[in-house]
């Protein structure tokens, strides 16, 4: 079975801090590389943050970088975004998503993604 599950998404003031987890099937979590986006109703799916070809090895778009931070836990099967410093421009709705080969900063190349879960940032 193929899956992503995303969760922890709310309604939170700027400056505050939000982590959002995304529970991944056994085969996604462990042959993927995983992958957060994020959606604006009305425009394009953005990429946020993704491992590469190693956990520790990890990607940030330039208008998050150095206040989010993507982590893994192996045995819970979970892959984490930590948020910190949250802006109302942070307001979306986020996506966990996975891909079989190394990662990619476009959402076509992701064939697989969760339900998503919104964030909304008020000022």
């Known amino acids: 079975q193929v899956q992503l599950v995303e969760s922890g998404g709310g309604l939170v003031q700027a400056g505050d801090s939000l982590s959002l987890s995304c529970v991944a099937s056994?085969?996604?979590?462990?042959?993927?590389?995983l992958g957060w986006f994020r959606q604006v109703p009305g425009k394009e799916r953005e990429f946020v943050a993704a491992f590469g070809w190693s956990p520790s090895s990890t990607f940030y778009s330039d208008s998050v970088k150095g206040r989010f931070t993507i982590s893994r836990d192996s045995a819970k099967k979970t892959v984490y975004l930590q948020m910190n410093s949250l802006e109302p421009e942070d307001t979306a709705i986020y996506y966990c998503?996975?891909?079989?080969?190394?990662?990619?900063?476009?959402?076509?190349?992701?064939?697989?993604w969760g339900q998503g879960t919104q964030v909304t940032v008020s000022s």
């Open positions: 056994e085969r996604l979590f462990f042959s993927y590389a």
């Open positions: 998503a996975a891909r079989a080969t190394l990662y990619s900063e476009l959402p076509s190349q992701y064939p697989y």
